[in-house]
């Protein structure tokens, strides 16, 4: 026994706070090294014949979930249209629902809610995908064949990802606030001028800008999460082969979902 | 050897977690031959092949190309030498969303600047040499086990490679592909002049193919030379490994192993009261020809036969056989002057000029698939046992006695 070991074995709160500092010296570890797979990721997204692949990506990523977020979308702005209408009916400013509706879809509601269906649809497909190519070989019969993985599996699906993700979110508040309309105007019967008018009035620049500011935030966290569980599927302790691609595919969708929300709070605090 | 070997592993050590996979393993390879690396299941055969193409890196220990450590290697002049290294693995690793065609093109799209005409003529030469044709536009997960692994070969070979590494090439091959496959590894490297590093556990027909032999065992480089240095040698482990692979065809065909030859030989020297004569044949066919002609798995199979059928004749007579090298069997009479042995063996030399040779031939035809019609020359030296005699120097005396006592010249008929 080390005089370490007596030591953290003799004091109680030591051995309470050693999880702790493992725990916190294994996330810093693992945020550093995800820092650096995404970085190499994104320099090799600018090499040769890498367009094929990123457009094949943007259909899988971008296009393909475009039905599910502009259906998620529409039923988030009806129903923000009918809890605002009844909030704002108590205090005689029904006019005002136009604003409230796509200042909170264009700030918050559209990049969050978008990142997390596509982290669900998306997501676990690419940790799932990669993960699988990592056990059956074919990620070193990649590099045997002098093809760099990250370079042809990681920079396309994180190209792809910036690209799609702000174009999704746009989907998304569009939709939204057309759903806005339809429970607002069409069902309640408030002005449909006043519902356009306040929305035109009260949307800026900076609220757009600042929505897809959080878009691409998203969209590195996402893809850069997803793929490195997948990518290190086989470094983790506790499972092997198809369990540790489940377990990737997890913690995939897991920590991408915490750390979107995360960062969401951080980037508005500064945005605001 | 004087000349610098292309590779040389200096002491490399590996270790998984506690378990220490190869311990300061020293190895040579040597441009333009083929070396084989044999040992049991877990003894580190893989993982001494990722560590020449970089895909595991030695805990200790240096890995040199051409003299020069690779770990110190300039970006690209590590580029350089991987750019000439393929990669076969054992569990073939294609790309399993893609289609057998992509899987073959995808290095030379990858990493070469050729247009789609070229690689489509590249890719189509590759398939055709390996008999998959119709298989083009399938998946690798709709192929047999036998066709994923001619397509992993194709896709190693296709970009014209100068170090091929092969895990394990002809496992899950019929007779007939395992032996296209090795005569293909032989004829690639006449034709291109490539440096192979094989894993097989096709013992012993890789050792036909193979200039170098590398044994491992436990982690370490128990044996490292040619084959007849490695049966000359007899170290114990080495015999362990080669008999227990040889003794079970031997038993197959009904033929002595190697031991228990010995023990017969000596129990009949010894036993009641010593013998006043005995002799021995030698038979032997032109191996390296046939080897040549019809590749390495029909030329054992064409032995293993004429083994077979000695066997047959000579045992209900107190003869007993064994196979001594690899092209030789021999036969001791027991209680029979040479006189004697020489018409049994002229019978024998009957019998297979009439039919067994035919039928022998037919065999070797089936496991090579080709049309070819090998020409077979038995071969057969009869000389006198004397009590003193090892049984080395009885193939000596016998060797030196040999001629022609048949022969069967392609489909035309037996001919004496």
Same mark, same amino acid.
């Given at each position: 026994m080390t005089s370490l070991d007596r030591i953290r074995s003799s004091n109680l709160p030591i051995t309470l706070l050693t999880p702790i500092g493992r725990g916190t010296l294994g996330l810093l570890g693992n945020l550093g090294a995800m820092a650096i797979f995404f970085s190499m990721a994104f320099i090799n997204i600018f090499r040769r014949k890498q367009l094929r692949e990123i457009v094949n990506q943007v259909f899988y990523i971008g296009a393909t979930s475009s039905l599910i977020v502009m259906l998620v979308g529409l039923f988030t702005g009806m129903v923000l249209g009918l809890q605002l209408f009844y909030t704002l009916v108590t205090f005689g400013s029904v006019g005002a629902l136009g604003s409230a509706v796509s200042l909170s879809l264009v700030r918050e509601?559209?990049?969050?809610?978008?990142?997390?269906?596509?982290?669900?649809?998306?997501?676990?497909?690419?940790?799932?995908?990669?993960?699988?190519?990592r056990i059956s070989e074919q990620v070193d019969a990649l590099y045997a064949m002098r093809v760099d993985p990250v370079r042809?599996?990681?920079?396309?699906?994180?190209?792809?990802?910036?690209?799609?993700?702000?174009?999704?979110?746009?989907?998304?508040?569009?939709?939204?606030?057309?759903?806005g309309y339809i429970t607002g105007v069409l069902l309640l019967g408030t002005n449909g001028g006043t519902y356009l008018y306040r929305v035109h009035s009260s949307l800026n620049m900076v609220d757009v800008r600042g929505g897809?500011?959080?878009?691409?935030?998203?969209?590195?966290?996402?893809?850069?999460?997803?793929?490195?569980?997948?990518?290190?599927?086989?470094?983790?302790?506790?499972?092997?082969?198809?369990?540790?691609?489940?377990?990737?595919?997890?913690?995939?969708?897991?920590?991408?979902?915490?750390?979107?929300?995360?960062?969401?709070?951080?980037?508005?605090?500064?945005?605001? | 050897m004087d000349e610098t070997p292309l590779i040389e592993f200096r002491n490399i050590t590996k270790r998984f977690g506690d378990k220490t996979v190869l311990d300061k393993v020293n190895l040579k390879i040597y441009e333009n031959q083929i070396t084989t690396i044999i040992g049991k299941s877990g003894t580190g055969k893989s993982v001494l092949l990722k560590h020449i193409i970089g895909l595991l890196k030695p805990d200790e220990g240096a890995i040199l190309f051409r003299g020069k450590p690779v770990a110190a290697m300039k970006k690209n002049e590590w580029e350089n030498y991987r750019n000439g290294v393929a990669y076969l693995f054992q569990n073939n690793a294609l790309l399993d969303s893609m289609t057998v065609f992509d899987n073959v093109a995808f290095p030379l799209r990858q990493t070469t600047n050729l247009g789609e005409i070229e690689i489509d003529k590249r890719v189509a030469k590759k398939v055709e040499e390996m008999e998959l044709a119709e298989a083009v536009d399938k998946y690798p997960s709709e192929l047999s086990g036998g066709m994923q692994k001619r397509v992993a070969l194709a896709r190693a070979l296709v970009t014209d490679p100068k170090i091929v590494l092969f895990d394990e090439p002809t496992t899950g091959q019929d007779p007939?592909?395992?032996?296209?496959?090795?005569?293909?590894?032989?004829?690639?490297? %006449?034709?291109?002049?490539?440096? &192979?590093?094989?894993i097989s556990h096709d013992i012993p027909d890789v050792f036909?193919?193979?200039?170098?032999?590398?044994?491992?065992?436990?982690?370490?480089?128990?044996?490292?030379?040619?084959?007849?240095?490695?049966?000359?040698?007899?170290?114990?482990?080495i015999d362990e490994f080669l008999r227990s692979l040889e003794g079970f065809q031997d038993e197959l065909t009904g033929l002595l192993s190697r031991e228990a030859f010995k023990g017969q030989y000596a129990a009949m020297l010894w036993g009641s009261g010593g013998i006043s004569t005995a002799s021995a044949a030698l038979f032997s066919v032109e191996f390296e020809l046939l080897h040549e002609t019809l590749g390495p798995q029909a030329a054992v199979e064409v032995? %293993? &036969?004429?083994?077979?059928?000695?066997?047959? %004749?000579?045992k209900p007579m107190g003869g007993f056989s064994a196979r001594h090298r690899r092209d030789q069997i021999l036969t001791i009479f027991p209680h029979t002057s040479p006189d004697k042995a020489r018409r049994l063996v002229a019978d024998f030399a009957r019998?297979?000029?009439?039919?067994?040779?035919?039928?022998?031939?037919?065999? &070797?035809? &089936?496991?090579?698939?080709?049309?070819?019609?090998?020409e077979i020359h038995v071969l057969a030296g009869i000389t006198e046992v004397s009590s003193t005699d090892e049984i080395e120097q009885i193939i000596e005396k016998a060797q030196a006695k040999q001629q022609i006592v048949a022969a069967h010249e392609g489909d035309s008929g037996g001919s004496a």
């Open positions: 509601m559209g990049p969050v809610l978008t990142a997390i269906m596509i982290t669900a649809r998306a997501g676990s497909g690419m940790a799932a995908e990669i993960g699988i190519l042809y599996l990681i920079s396309p699906r994180i190209a792809a990802s910036i690209i799609s993700f702000p174009l999704l979110t746009a989907f998304f508040d569009l939709i939204g606030i057309i759903g897809f500011i959080k878009a691409l935030v998203f969209a590195a966290i996402v893809s850069c999460v997803c793929c490195f569980q997948g990518y290190f599927c086989h470094m983790r302790a506790g499972g092997f082969g198809a369990k540790a691609v489940g377990l990737a595919t997890i913690s995939a969708v897991v920590l991408s979902c915490v750390m979107i929300l995360i960062s969401d709070y951080v980037l508005t605090s500064f945005l605001m | 007939i592909r395992k032996n296209m496959i090795l005569s293909m590894i032989v004829h690639y490297k %006449r034709k291109f002049g490539f440096t &192979a590093i094989l036909f193919i193979s200039d170098r032999l590398v044994i491992l065992w436990e982690g370490a480089v128990g044996f490292e030379g040619t084959y007849d240095e490695a049966v000359r040698l007899k170290l114990p482990m032995l %293993r &036969a004429l083994g077979e059928y000695a066997n047959r %004749r000579f019998e297979l000029n009439q039919e067994a040779l035919a039928r022998i031939q037919t065999i &070797a035809q &089936a496991k090579m698939g080709a049309e070819a019609t090998p």
